[in-house]
């Protein structure tokens, strides 16, 4: 592939050699810098030089003309800053694989990160699993914002140079697809281009292991390090132009039908009762956030024999720009849910259905009822992830009971699990059923990864969830699945409403029987790292110096994660694998009360989550109202540590 170098003309990138453009650089940099002294003159040229250097190595490697005129147009405009941004850092592959607004530059997603991504996962596979990749080879999904689809090709590419046969999804999948994949065909790895429920402006590249799971360490590191060995595109690759003539290829398979079939053949397994619901009295409505959930959800409630759902029809089709929501993310409040609560009041639904763009998570809002037990609240009651995790917990248990009729052993056997920061009243139902229940870091490659090791000592894992919307259910795969939570929900409901109950007022008689739990989550902004650290390092102080009380209330025991510390054990050390430096935080405090801190490795955030349990709600509210205030203002001191709270919604 011929190299291009810095300069840009009208009429495209010239062919200066990369000595001249240089020169020409350190000359405009060096005539910027006349009225500064000469020491600081030397380290701004020095600086301004090496990101120089960088910017022409990319312009060099760069195989889309698009991206590569872009960064020739900063050079030419001597934009330090700009370049600086772009190509000063690599976005970081970790367990989330990596994530990233689009544009040009290492620190942005674009052909030639992904390029480099694909080549480094090659790399790993091949050093530790070749046998398995060589039979197996890869599956390749993407959504549909801009560049999935470019970016899943050209990964089919890198993996075909090699002779690697790749299963890819020619059209739009949800990510639990891409699971699916991998256990269907036995493949080596799996890749979801997708940026799940982030901006429009974002995407992102989400690796499976060949068990079917996220990636954990030490895969992620072995990975990053393999991409690093591996920055210079390889000659028999190249961004397709003429696709059709690829496609031809032999390694080249789509794997959409076969896949299909076992996923809806898994999930049909799930259907308890909803063949003999007549839940037409009750319509529900469906938004898939201009996302790729759709045609998926209307087959999963063909499947479990319940009337197809009403679509919102301006958010039906998927949709890049995301044209009626600010924030893709049926968490971020009543904005997001406006269209569907329309429509709920047009089609007099009781229930409404959201999944996030990338289908992998799932929301749900109710219409309230002047039932006492509802409560007082306005047209529609969303339902936070917690209360769909207990709700679907208690609704597999209770049906697996109801089929298998388990005696006190085999209940033993039974598993459920859900993550550090979500509500323990999954413990409790676990507890007082006779199931075994554990937690996790947060995030489903722990979920999906322990699920597994679990069944494979003999366990049978019915179900795992995470407090943000994320649900899996043991009879399908090893990772959130927001389709199939949503028909298998759908029938929980239908089956209420047959019965005369609502699903807000069965949640209060889960209360009954389980003990209530009072949960906050939120965030703060850290618009930089530097402002989470600093909020972990005053916390921390001394080694086992953490703060004593919160909010008046005593602390019984702290777990801190990034120092691998947590009193509450025998030996001090954290039960769940902890990492030097990692960023969570736990306070255990008298009464039952937990706090939770943890900077999110995703978004520019700080996030909180507290909960106290008892008998008495009304207690427990305020208890929760005085400890919230007091994580805000003695914990996290946000005002005095440059962090700012969410906007409204």
């Known amino acids: 592939m011929q190299s291009r170098t810095c300069n840009a003309s009208s009429s495209g990138v010239s062919t200066t050699p990369r000595a001249i453009c240089l020169r020409t650089f350190k000359l405009t940099i060096a005539s910027r810098c006349q009225n500064l002294s000469s020491s600081r003159t030397h380290a701004v040229m020095k600086n301004a030089e090496d990101v120089m250097n960088i910017a022409c190595n990319w312009i060099q490697l760069d195989p889309d003309e698009e991206t590569k005129l872009q960064v020739s147009h900063l050079v030419e405009n001597g934009d330090i800053q700009t370049l600086h941004e772009l190509l000063g850092q690599r976005l970081e592959f970790g367990t989330a694989g990596l994530r990233g607004k689009m544009g040009p530059g290492y620190n942005r997603m674009n052909t030639l990160v992904v390029m480099q991504t694909a080549q480094g996962l090659f790399r790993y596979l091949q050093q530790e699993v070749p046998e398995l990749l060589s039979i197996g080879g890869i599956v390749v999904g993407h959504d549909a914002r801009h560049g999935s689809l470019s970016f899943a090709r050209i990964t089919a590419q890198v993996f075909m140079s090699k002779g690697i046969k790749v299963h890819l999804f020619p059209k739009v999948v949800p990510t639990p697809f891409v699971t699916a994949g991998v256990a269907v065909h036995n493949a080596a790895a799996g890749v979801m281009v997708t940026a799940s429920h982030n901006p429009k402006e974002y995407n992102g590249y989400k690796v499976y292991w060949g068990n079917g799971c996220q990636i954990i360490p030490p895969h992620d590191e072995g990975i990053a390090s393999a991409i690093l060995q591996e920055l210079q595109p390889w000659t028999n690759v190249a961004v397709p132009d003429d696709w059709d003539q690829i496609v031809k290829s032999p390694l080249l398979l789509d794997p959409t039908e076969i896949v299909a079939e076992e996923y809806y053949r898994r999930l049909k397994n799930l259907c308890y009762r909803g063949e003999t619901l007549n839940a037409s009295a009750s319509p529900i409505v469906y938004t898939p956030l201009h996302g790729v959930g759709a045609t998926y959800v209307k087959r999963a409630f063909q499947v479990m024999g319940l009337p197809t759902p009403l679509l919102v029809e301006s958010q039906e089709q998927p949709d890049p720009d995301f044209p009626t929501v600010d924030f893709p993310n049926p968490e971020e409040g009543k904005g997001t849910w406006q269209q569907a609560f329309e429509k709920g009041e047009r089609t007099s639904s009781m229930l409404l259905l959201a999944n996030d763009p990338d289908a992998d998570r799932l929301a ?54 859900s993550s550090a920061v979500s509500s323990q009243m999954l413990s409790a139902l676990a507890a007082a059923e006779g199931l075994h229940w554990e937690e996790t870091l947060t995030g489903f490659k722990w979920l999906g990864n322990r699920a597994l090791d679990l069944e494979c000592s003999g366990k049978q894992v019915l179900f795992a969830f995470e407090e943000a919307i994320g649900f899996m259910l043991g009879a399908m795969f090893k990772d959130k699945d927001g389709v199939a939570a949503a028909a298998v929900f759908a029938e929980l409901a239908a089956s209420l409403y047959a019965e005369g109950k609502t699903v807000a007022s069965h949640l209060v008689d889960l209360s009954q029987r389980y003990g209530s739990f009072v949960y906050r989550a939120s965030y703060f902004i850290a618009d930089q790292p530097s402002k989470s650290k600093a909020v972990f390092e005053h916390l921390r102080g001394t080694i086992g110096q953490y703060p004593k009380a ?17 009193t509450q054990q025998p030996d001090g050390i954290p039960v769940l694998p902890w990492r030097e430096g990692d960023m969570m935080l736990t306070f255990r405090l ?11 490795g995703t978004e520019p955030k700080l996030k909180y989550y507290l909960e106290v349990s008892g008998s008495d709600v009304e207690a427990l509210k305020s208890t929760a109202d005085l400890l919230e205030q007091a994580v805000a203002d003695e914990i996290i001191q946000y005002k005095e540590r440059g962090l700012t709270r969410p906007p409204e919604c």
């Open 590 to 600: 008298e009464g039952g009360a937990c706090i939770t801190l943890r900077a999110s």
């Open 364 to 417: 749900a809002a109710e219409r309230c009822t002047s039932s006492p037990l509802s409560g007082s609240c306005g047209s529609w009651r969303t339902f936070t992830g917690n209360e769909i995790g207990i709700l679907l917990a208690d609704w597999i248990w209770q049906n697996e009971v109801s089929q298998s009729q388990p005696d006190a052993a085999k209940k033993s056997r039974y598993a459920m699990l």
């Open 550 to 566: 919160v909010g008046g209330v005593p602390v019984l025991s702290v777990r801190d994660m990034g120092m691998g510390i947590d």
